[in-house]
């Protein structure tokens, strides 16, 4: 998976002066939250969700560049259970 840390990405965009589309934020937040989701619907939380522990990867596509395709991968995971382990 090629990416770059959520907060890199941060502060590249602070560097040159450009907020993030509400394209680009929905689509890491959504992905974001379906994994989160998919965590704790398998019975784990994180204990911290923290912008460097994310992977994210945003193309540019269509005939000007201006469709966003943002993919973002959780990493660094620290897990608490919430089943009980001796079950």
């Known amino acids: 998976f090629e990416?770059?840390?959520l907060r890199a990405m941060l502060q590249?965009?602070?560097v040159n002066g450009r907020p993030f589309?509400?394209?680009?934020?929905?689509q890491i937040t959504l992905q974001v939250l379906e994994a989160l989701q998919y965590l704790h619907d398998n019975g784990f939380i994180l204990?911290?969700?923290r912008?460097?522990?994310?992977l994210v990867n945003v193309r540019y596509t269509?005939?000007?560049?201006r469709?966003?395709?943002?993919?973002?991968?959780?990493?660094?995971?620290?897990?608490w259970s919430l089943v009980d382990s001796a079950v």
């Open 51 to 54: 912008p460097e522990y994310l």
């Open 67 to 79: 469709n966003v395709v943002a993919t973002v991968k959780l990493t660094g995971l620290a897990l």
């Open 21 to 26: 589309t509400l394209k680009e934020a929905a």
């Open 62 to 65: 269509g005939p000007q560049k």
């Open 3 to 5: 990416g770059t840390t």
């Open 12 to 14: 590249e965009y602070k």
């Open 47 to 49: 204990r911290a969700v």
